[in-house]
């Protein structure tokens, strides 16, 4: 595997404008696995000043493609089939992290499990999902 | 109750401003349900030209939070708990609709299901959500 | 499709005794959907003598093993890749129905919902299920 | 916390007999987290000769609630209130282990991830899961 986060986030850009202007980038990755930080926004918050459930939903999702990518490359047509979030406490002042690791990658899906923290506080997740994405044949 | 699509919509812009000028509106609801439009944007697709899983999460997040306001008043520090959702098919080419329904308001947890259809075309699920939110003590 | 609740029993029987004499059965489908009942059992209960959530698990995925058969004919190889349990409220004193629809079926994947509840008191939901199951190719 | 797995599964033999005739045991545990075992019974398996979902379902389900006793004590009357299953291969020949880490406790909720895996191959999950007990006011 060649890929870095610098060609991840060039790929991003490109497929995905909408979703790289608002601040989710690629920071590392590895054999079956991918780190992405969501940039703290403070205009995006929902009541409470917390972090939303879809921004935190968003990260995961695309932490979970990232680390796919580092099995079969960049494939854009891999898609979620299903995703589940657990909101375990309040996700607020800072960057918001994801790390997804591979659980399995089989011929038709691939499954993993994603962390989700705030920057500098790894011990407390925030979040916490698992999901499967498809893999085009 | 006598909470209308329009409140809903005020408070949305109010407490979520990203959200609602992304698009995302209540346009009906029922005592137990709601349904919440995201209004088709086609420079906020996925590759393929697809209605991103994170924007069908939002919807299915929003329309259930709106649900659970017609039981229980509007109360923004309602979060969700944990939310599953299963993409069927590519959802694409129009307003996408969400319509959640609540199984079950407890004291300290509202449950509910959310089916998700390109407007026009209800017969077939494009997604399908199941979750549930803490209702502040 | 010419399935009956009949068949599926025996097939049942057959394929998964140990599930079979523990009480579930097949007992009504049609053409996408299937209701299973689990005869209730107080030898088998939780502390608080309600129903175990185990006991919701196979039946909802019974249910939808069988709903996935109304399309593609019995296929015991048919294997759940995933699974969503939400428990609403205790289930206690009667037996166990679970209803499965499928929302999709497509060439490698089949899903479903399950609506489970205590028979003769269908309103109100003891539990509700979501998942998909992997069609042999 | 004194709690050993001797004291579980005396408890699970007096609070859960069936369950315990089945063959699911504690076999470790620690401050927030719990193994657990099902021995493997070549009469209770699906077609295929798999173990079935439900049993993996069952032992992860246990697995958590015995992880929650390490922190809240023996509490029968948590009640799990959302599991989320993803069946990953197929889960053969052996013993299944279950292990239970707790990712929150909060007031009410308790939180946690469980891996699954046939003994002698914990680096090749079968199954994952992950949910949520309520804990008694």
Redesign the interface.
Known sequence: MDLTPYQLNEYLFD?????AKAGYRCTDLGEGWAEAHWTYDA??L???G?I???TM??LA?LALWFAIFTKIGIE??A????????????AMGGNLVGRAEL??V?R??A?G?IDLWIDGDAER?VA?G???Y?IPA
């Open positions: 497929a995905f404008p909408a979703t205009s995006a929902r009541p409470g917390y939303p459930g879809p939903f968003t999702d854009g047509m898609v979620t089939t299903d995703m589940t979030m657990h909101f375990l406490r309040p659980t399995k089989g038709r899906l499954h499990k997740l916490f698992s999901g499967a498809a």
